[in-house]
């Protein structure tokens, strides 16, 4: 056993974050934590790692055990190079790695000191003998996945977003028997996420992380800590199946809450006919009565629906014309052209550092391009969720930052609704609204500007990843909204279901700053992304294949009779060409239901229509493949 949790509990002023947590964790176990932002989630992690004290209750740890944790603000040497910081640790491997990478340093600056060439000589040993060269090839791996090639470069030299990743790397190198990770995935394109999940699957020592990307806990997790309102659950499986459980853990208490209910009722017309507690009998059923009563269980059945009305767009939303921009001669947009259409829904894909905020600080009218036109349209407005919470002054509570914004704001349906009211739709009750922002946390901050952005009405919506930092239940509300959204989204997002979810296309940036664009959401990309590596690889194994002699060919030709075989029409070649794309994006559709199908287990009414559109989703599909099939069989004959 690793680690025994027991009735842990912790509280923040006059509010219980997280009370009477109990579970266990075994090597191998991965734990994903999940929970409205405030709910204690990077505070659990702290007590763990014991950075902060438990107000009750006991962690009891195994003997030996190594916990390693990824804080969200890890703070580094700046004098250091990248190995250095990444071999910083109390165990002898690390202490003889990180000995050697400053002895080498210091040899390069005093390239004859004899003393400093002993003592590299005496650490290679002691690092042959402890095998850590293997250690040090993981640690440049690891590294240059993340990103960062120039080990040698010091700690001052390296983005913000570097240093963020190099945090994750630190973590990821350090030998451990536990590892805490808070967000791993923020600051992180998809392509590394994607290599960072693989990489944790592997992994043999037990996890507990936060994270908020959904495809990331469903890969990873293998169980699910829920906090609520200062409760806990635990459930076995992944995300998917934490939602199914969850749903028949809530059918369970809201059975047993009518039933509450009911029994209430009955005792309350009993007492009310007079009913005195003169026997013993009768004091235990009055009793019973009040100690019910106070059993209520806090079902929240709300449905959030945030479709704003918006300002009309014209015929002119964004227009982009043969957009540049450069920085120091380097290329960060090639010829870009666009026109922007009204109901677009867009995601900006590529790698950090490319350019993706830039391209929207372009659209927004923010940042000129070096040469080419930008048209917005007159009836455009545009809301822009950047990733800083800008002008919020924390001196003021969270009603009157938004009631700067507007009072009350129109809902598609023409329903007008107060600021407050949108507020508690948007997961701030009424308490939490009086609460200085300067008391709120992280993720609660996000939310509240997200908030501000949407009550300015606007009909153009851009993202900058707007996942970051928002809980699972806020990234429900905001693709709620999204449906339902009349006007143009354009978003940059590392998080994958949100892309697959929303993107009607994207845009993704290529080497030399241009950017190709795709129809469907990121599954379809990889996908063909996929299925171009696999031809160009299929190419390079037919030219080795090819080398029957031109004599052999004719040999062949004149002595066998060949049938005549059917090829494309122009009409099946044009076919041919969409229905990649028309069976990614039905897949994704099908998906997307599935999941919906998992997140309304107990609205049956919405459950039947998600099972009519699940059957007719398959049905085409099973049509597509088919005919895809059929078509492939003749493309290879047209060849």
Same mark, same amino acid.
């Given at each position: 056993?690793?680690?025994?949790?027991?009735?842990?509990?912790?509280?923040?002023?006059?509010?219980?974050?997280?009370?009477?947590?109990?579970?266990?964790?075994?090597?191998?176990?991965?734990?994903?934590?999940?929970?409205?932002?405030?709910?204690?989630?990077?505070?659990?992690?702290?007590?763990?790692?014991?950075?902060?004290?438990?107000?009750?209750?006991?962690?009891?740890?195994?003997?030996?055990?190594?916990?390693?944790?990824?804080?969200?603000?890890?703070?580094?040497?700046?004098?250091?190079?990248?190995?250095?910081?990444?071999?910083?640790?109390?165990?002898?491997?690390?202490?003889?790695?990180?000995?050697?990478?400053?002895?080498?340093?210091?040899?390069?600056?005093?390239?004859?000191?004899?003393?400093?060439?002993?003592?590299?000589?005496?650490?290679?040993?002691?690092?042959?003998?402890?095998?850590?060269?293997?250690?040090?090839?993981?640690?440049?791996?690891?590294?240059?996945?993340?990103?960062?090639?120039?080990?040698?470069?010091?700690?001052?030299?390296?983005?913000?977003?570097?240093?963020?990743?190099?945090?994750?790397?630190?973590?990821?190198?350090?030998?451990?028997?536990?590892?805490?990770?808070?967000?791993?995935?923020?600051?992180?394109?998809?392509?590394?996420?994607?290599?960072?999940?693989?990489?944790?699957?592997?992994?043999?020592?037990?996890?507990?992380?936060?994270?908020?990307?959904?495809?990331?806990?469903? +890969?990873?997790? &293998?169980?699910? %800590?829920?906090?609520?309102? =200062?409760?806990?659950?635990?459930? *076995? #499986? @992944?995300?998917?199946?934490?939602?199914?459980?969850?749903?028949?853990?809530?059918?369970?208490?809201?059975?047993?809450?009518?039933?509450?209910?009911?029994?209430?009722?009955?005792?309350?017309?009993?007492?009310?006919?007079?009913?005195?507690?003169?026997?013993?009998?009768?004091?235990?059923?009055?009793?019973?009565?009040?100690?019910?009563?106070?059993?209520?269980?806090?079902?929240?059945?709300?449905?959030?629906?945030?479709?704003?009305?918006?300002?009309?767009?014209?015929?002119?939303?964004?227009?982009?014309?043969?957009?540049?921009?450069?920085?120091?001669?380097?290329?960060?947009?090639?010829?870009?052209?666009?026109?922007?259409?009204?109901?677009?829904?867009?995601?900006?894909?590529?790698?950090?550092? +490319?350019?993706? &905020?830039?391209? %929207?600080?372009?659209?927004? =009218?923010?940042?000129?391009?070096? *040469? #080419? @036109?930008?048209?917005?349209?007159?009836?455009?407005?545009?809301?822009?969720?950047?990733?800083?919470?800008?002008?919020?002054?924390?001196?003021?509570?969270?009603?009157?930052?938004?009631?700067?914004?507007?009072?009350?704001?129109?809902?598609?349906?023409?329903?007008?609704?107060?600021?407050?009211?949108?507020?508690?739709?948007?997961?701030?009750?009424?308490?939490?609204?009086?609460?200085?922002?300067?008391?709120?946390?992280?993720?609660?901050?996000?939310?509240?500007?997200?908030?501000?952005?949407?009550?300015?009405?606007?009909?153009?919506?851009?993202?900058?990843?707007?996942?970051?930092?928002?809980?699972?239940?806020?990234?429900?509300?905001?693709?709620?909204?999204?449906?339902?959204?009349?006007?143009?989204?354009?978003?940059?997002?590392?998080?994958?279901?949100?892309?697959?979810?929303?993107?009607?296309?994207?845009?993704?940036?290529?080497?030399?700053?241009?950017?190709?664009?795709?129809?469907?959401?990121?599954?379809?990309?990889?996908?063909?992304?996929?299925?171009?590596?696999?031809?160009?690889?299929?190419?390079?194994?037919?030219?080795?294949?090819?080398?029957?002699?031109?004599?052999?060919?004719?040999?062949?030709?004149?002595?066998?009779?060949?049938?005549?075989?059917?090829?494309?029409?122009?009409?099946?070649?044009?076919?041919?060409?969409?229905?990649?794309?028309?069976?990614?994006?039905?897949?994704?559709?099908?998906?997307?239901?599935?999941?919906?199908?998992?997140?309304?287990?107990?609205?049956?009414?919405?459950?039947?229509?998600?099972?009519?559109?699940?059957?007719?989703?398959?049905?085409?599909?099973?049509?597509?493949?088919?005919?895809?099939?059929?078509?492939?069989?003749?493309?290879?004959?047209?060849?």
């Amino acid at each position: 056993m690793i680690l025994t949790i027991e009735n842990l509990c912790k509280t923040y002023g006059e509010k219980i974050l997280f009370e009477n947590v109990n579970f266990s964790l075994s090597s191998g176990d991965k734990i994903g934590i999940v929970g409205v932002n405030g709910t204690g989630k990077s505070t659990f992690i702290k007590v763990i790692a014991g950075l902060i004290p438990q107000d009750s209750g006991n962690i009891i740890a195994g003997k030996n055990i190594k916990i390693e944790y990824l804080s969200q603000d890890k703070i580094f040497n700046p004098e250091n190079t990248i190995l250095m910081e990444v071999f910083q640790g109390n165990q002898p491997i690390m202490q003889a790695l990180y000995d050697y990478e400053i002895t080498l340093a210091q040899s390069q600056k005093n390239p004859h000191d004899h003393k400093l060439q002993e003592k590299i000589i005496k650490l290679t040993s002691k690092i042959d003998e402890l095998n850590g060269w293997q250690l040090e090839s993981d640690a440049k791996t690891i590294l240059t996945k993340l990103g960062i090639m120039d080990f040698s470069a010091q700690i001052k030299t390296l983005s913000g977003g570097q240093q963020k990743r190099l945090a994750l790397a630190t973590a990821l190198i350090q030998p451990c028997d536990l590892l805490l990770l808070d967000e791993p995935t923020n600051h992180l394109d998809s392509e590394t996420i994607a290599w960072l999940e693989e990489y944790l699957q592997k992994l043999k020592c037990a996890l507990i992380m936060v994270t908020h990307d959904r495809y990331f806990l469903d +890969s990873v997790a &293998t169980k699910i %800590l829920e906090l609520d309102k =200062g409760k806990s659950y635990v459930y *076995t #499986g @992944n995300y998917t199946q934490f939602l199914e459980l969850k749903t028949a853990r809530e059918e369970r208490e809201e059975a047993s809450e009518q039933k509450r209910q009911n029994f209430l009722r009955n005792e309350l017309k009993w007492i009310r006919r007079g009913a005195q507690a003169r026997s013993t009998k009768q004091r235990a059923r009055i009793q019973r009565f009040e100690e019910i009563k106070n059993q209520k269980v806090n079902i929240d059945n709300s449905k959030i629906e945030m479709g704003l009305a918006g300002s009309r767009l014209g015929r002119t939303v964004i227009e982009l014309e043969n957009v540049n921009y450069t920085v120091d001669n380097k290329t960060i947009i090639k010829n870009f052209t666009y026109t922007v259409l009204r109901n677009d829904r867009i995601g900006i894909l590529g790698p950090n550092g +490319s350019g993706k &905020t830039t391209l %929207l600080n372009i659209i927004a =009218g923010i940042l000129p391009p070096t *040469t #080419g @036109n930008v048209n917005i349209g007159q009836t455009v407005k545009i809301g822009y969720f950047a990733q800083k919470n800008i002008d919020m002054d924390e001196r003021l509570r969270p009603i009157e930052y938004i009631k700067e914004v507007a009072h009350h704001i129109t809902l598609a349906d023409g329903t007008q609704l107060s600021a407050s009211q949108l507020m508690e739709r948007f997961l701030f009750p009424g308490t939490l609204q009086w609460t200085p922002i300067s008391k709120l946390s992280g993720g609660e901050k996000r939310r509240l500007f997200l908030l501000r952005v949407l009550m300015s009405s606007p009909n153009v919506l851009l993202l900058d990843e707007p996942t970051n930092d928002l809980d699972l239940q806020t990234m429900s509300i905001l693709e709620e909204f999204i449906d339902n959204f009349n006007g143009a989204i354009i978003f940059v997002s590392h998080d994958r279901f949100f892309i697959d979810r929303l993107a009607d296309k994207v845009f993704v940036y290529q080497q030399d700053g241009s950017l190709c664009q795709y129809p469907g959401g990121y599954s379809y990309y990889k996908g063909i992304e996929e299925k171009e590596l696999a031809a160009l690889e299929k190419g390079k194994n037919t030219e080795t294949k090819n080398t029957i002699s031109d004599t052999e060919k004719t040999s062949k030709n004149t002595t066998t009779k060949t049938e005549p075989v059917k090829k494309l029409s122009f009409k099946e070649q044009k076919e041919y060409a969409e229905i990649e794309a028309i069976i990614a994006e039905t897949e994704g559709k099908l998906k997307v239901v599935q999941l919906q199908m998992s997140q309304n287990a107990s609205d049956y009414g919405k459950l039947n229509e998600l099972t009519k559109e699940e059957t007719a989703l398959q049905e085409k599909l099973d049509y597509l493949m088919e005919r895809w099939a059929y078509l492939e069989e003749l493309a290879e004959n047209s060849k």
